[in-house]
Structure formats: structure tokens, C-alpha cells
């Protein structure tokens, strides 16, 4: 499928990754981000000139600028990207989540609809309100339960599962009552190049390069499923081509480990591919804290709705996703010591700091 498309959040983690991989294949892309903390220009550096890459600074809770954005720019689909996205932060400080994930979200489908509803039919057939959600909406599972499918229901447990909770509800409204064509995916945690430093995956690689210690809440044996980000972004794009309007669709690696597995191969690896930072073993470095306030055991996610209906699979094996993303970090320092602006500092000290 060819056309615009009306990204938001593009700046961020995924966002970005995902704007990356539809400008190489040719869709026209305005990325409205009102560049937060986590939004990052350097992240789309490599589209620095392409007339095809529209960026706006915004909100997706400024209907006049949404009603121009898809006036002016006709997109044959909005992705919705754009959220706070950090569990502990929306511990400290929730508010915003509820302001952007529910009440922007709410702005971003009532512009949505008033502009479907002008298109004529055909294209109007084709339009897609893609949100993209988490897996945390289901709450948290016990040892031996059955992974989430898109059938489980919703038992969100911090601000921020609920809040996302919150926007998918919505979403869903807006195709039952008003046949706007909404789809919602929910996929489990996502690592790789270019996720800000707060999340565990980029948090512990860094902190381990330079011999700070690596901070593992609770037990360390919580366990999440991990997914490589360019995988999400393909799924993302089969759902918006071939996905049904109305649907959920569960996206996950079929990859689940505990906490410390994830922070023990980080280590290893940096032993292999780092040795000159002077800090190895980098196991060493590990050093239990106390837990996430409400912290989510396990999260396991069944996939196979997706992989029967638009026969999408994870392509890439964990060990060799890891690598990648570690290499990216060592190889983009300039990323590195951007982010590691004075907010992020002080949001590392407001976090750990005799924790
Ligand atoms: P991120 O925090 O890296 O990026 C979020 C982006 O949204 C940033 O660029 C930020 O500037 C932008 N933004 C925030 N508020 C905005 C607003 N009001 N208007 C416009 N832009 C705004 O997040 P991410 O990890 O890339 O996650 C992207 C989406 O995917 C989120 O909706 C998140 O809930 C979901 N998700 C993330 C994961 C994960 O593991 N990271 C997994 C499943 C789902
Ligand atoms: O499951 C999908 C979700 O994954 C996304 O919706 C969220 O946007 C994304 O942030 C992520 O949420 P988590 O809370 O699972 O991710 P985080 O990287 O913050 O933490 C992963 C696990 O590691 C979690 O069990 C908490 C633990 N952790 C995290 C940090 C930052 C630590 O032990 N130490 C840490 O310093």
C-alpha cells in the first residue's frame, strides 16, 4: 500500500524506527511530535532533506493543528504513536499520562472521524486509524497462567497500563458507534536502536559502559516478552495493509525471560564486545532495589492471531537482536551523550538514588 501517512509520536523509540522503515518504502510520512523528554530530531537524522518527511512540532490534543495536518495532507492512515510511555515515571507523575494517552488520544479520533467522514467512499474504505498499545493492558499473569490473547480482558495495574487501557477503549468506540475503521494492536516490550535510556534494555548497557551500578527492582525474576523493534514496525505495517477494522491484534516475540536473565546476557555480551571499557565482568556490577511500587509479574503474550490471519512471525532471535542494539549504542555516542541531557540526569537521581 502507497500513500501518506499521519505518524504521531514519530520522534520517539518506536515511532521513529517505524518512520525509518516506511520512507524506504516510498510512503510520504508527516510526523507530528511535540517532542518531549523521549522525542528525539536525532533520531531521523537520516532523513534530514527528504522532502517525503513532513516533521511537526505538536500536540495530539491541538484539534486545529490535526484538522489542518489531515486537511492539508489527505493521509490514507493515522498511527498513533504518541504517548508517555515509562511505568516509573507515571508512578512519580501520572498526570500527564492521563492528558496525553486518554485525553489526547480522544482529540486525535474526534479529528479523525470528522475528516473520515468528508473522504469520499472509496478512499473512506481504505482509511485506517491505527493505535498502538501494550500488552500491560492485561495485567499481570501467575507462573502457569495461559499467555494474553486478544480475549483476555483488561485488568490494567499502574497509571500507565490504565491509561493506555483508557485510549484503547476509545478506540474502540469509535468503530462500534461511530464505523470509524479503528484497529488497536498490543504488543509486549520492544528493544533496540534508539529507545531512551530510562527503559531497562538501554538503561543497563549504559550504566554498565561506564561502571555505574545496575539497578535490578525486586527479585529480578518479574519476566516480561521481548521483542526486537524492527519486528513490531513489520507487524505494524501488516496490520495497517491487511488488518481488519474493529480488530485487536496481539503482537510478542514468544520470548519471555526474567529481569536478570536480560541484565546477565547484557553483561555478557559487553564482555565480549566491550572489554576495553575497563568495568568487566559488568555482571559485577549488578545490585538489587527495592521494587516498582504495584510491579507486574509476568507478562506473556499469544500471538497466533497474527500469525494466521497475516503471517507475521518474529524474525529475529533474541541473542542476536541484543547484539545489535549494543552495538548501535557503542557506535552512536553522539545519540548517547545527547540524551543524557541535564533532565535525564536529574531523573536518574530522583529514581535510584538510595533506592
Ligand atoms: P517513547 O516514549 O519513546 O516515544 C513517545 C513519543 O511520543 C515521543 O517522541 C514524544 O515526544 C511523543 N509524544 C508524547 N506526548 C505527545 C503528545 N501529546 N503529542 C505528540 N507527541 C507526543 O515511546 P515508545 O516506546 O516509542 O512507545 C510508542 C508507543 O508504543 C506508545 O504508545 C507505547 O505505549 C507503545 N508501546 C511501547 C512499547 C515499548 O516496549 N516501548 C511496547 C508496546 C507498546
Ligand atoms: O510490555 C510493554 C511495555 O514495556 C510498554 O508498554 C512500555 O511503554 C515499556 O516501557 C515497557 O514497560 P516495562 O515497565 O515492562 O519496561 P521497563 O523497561 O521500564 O522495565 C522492564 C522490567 O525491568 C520491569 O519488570 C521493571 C524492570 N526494571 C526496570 C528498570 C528501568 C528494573 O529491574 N530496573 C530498572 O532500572
Not at 106 to 134: I, N
Not at 157 to 178: C, E, I, M, Q, W
Not at 221 to 227: A, P
Not at 260 to 281: F, K, Q, R, W
Amino acid at each position: 500500500m502507497s500513500g501518506t501517512i499521519l505518524v504521531t509520536g514519530g520522534a520517539g523509540f518506536i515511532g521513529s524506527n517505524f518512520v525509518l522503515r516506511q520512507r524506504s518504502c516510498k510512503n510520504r510520512i508527516v510526523n507530528l511530535d511535540l517532542l518531549t523528554y523521549a522525542g528525539n530530531l536525532l533520531n531521523l537524522q537520516e532523513l534530514n532533506g527528504d522532502p517525503d518527511h513532513v516533521f511537526v512540532q505538536g500536540d495530539i490534543g491541538d484539534r486545529a493543528l490535526v484538522r489542518k495536518l489531515l486537511e492539508d495532507y489527505q493521509p490514507v492512515a493515522v498511527v498513533n504513536f504518541a504517548a508517555e510511555s515509562h511505568v516509573d515515571r507515571s508512578i512519580e507523575s501520572p498526570e500527564s499520562f492521563i492528558q496525553t494517552n486518554i485525553v489526547g488520544t480522544f482529540h486525535l479520533l474526534e479529528e479523525a472521524l470528522a475528516y473520515w467522514k468528508r473522504l469520499p467512499a472509496e478512499r473512506g474504505d481504505r482509511f485506517r486509524f491505527l493505535h498502538v498499545s501494550t500488552d500491560e493492558v492485561y495485567g499481570s499473569l501467575g507462573p502457569a497462567d495461559p499467555a494474553f490473547t486478544e480475549n483476555t480482558p483488561y485488568r490494567p495495574n499502574s497509571p500507565y497500563s490504565a491509561s493506555k487501557a483508557g485510549s484503547d477503549h476509545l478506540v474502540r468506540a469509535y468503530y462500534h458507534t461511530f464505523g470509524l475503521p479503528t484497529i488497536i494492536t498490543n504488543c509486549s516490550n520492544n528493544y533496540g536502536p534508539r529507545q531512551f535510556p530510562e527503559k531497562l534494555t538501554p538503561l543497563m548497557l549504559l550504566n554498565a559502559l561506564e561502571g555505574k551500578p545496575l539497578p535490578v527492582y525486586g527479585d529480578g525474576l518479574n519476566i516480561r516478552d521481548w521483542l526486537y523493534v524492527d519486528d513490531h514496525c513489520e507487524a505494524l505495517s501488516l496490520v495497517w495493509e491487511r488488518g481488519n477494522p474493529g480488530e485487536t491484534y496481539n503482537i510478542g516475540g514468544c520470548c519471555e525471560k526474567a529481569n536478570i536473565e536480560i541484565v546477565e546476557t547484557i553483561c555478557a555480551l559487553l564482555d565480549e564486545m566491550a572489554p576495553e571499557s575497563g568495568y568487566a565482568p559488568h555482571g559485577s556490577l549488578i545490585t538489587y532495589v527495592k521494587d516498582r511500587p504495584g510491579h507486574d509479574r509476568r507478562y506473556a503474550v499469544d500471538c497466533s492471531r497474527i500469525e494466521r490471519e497475516l503471517g507475521w512471525r518474529a524474525k529475529e532471535s533474541f541473542e542476536s537482536g541484543l547484539g545489535k542494539t549494543i552495538r548501535w549504542y557503542i557506535d552512536n555516542r553522539e545519540w548517547v551523550e545527547s540524551v543524557k541531557s541535564g533532565s535525564y540526569r536529574d531523573w536518574m537521581v530522583r529514581q535510584y538514588t538510595g533506592r
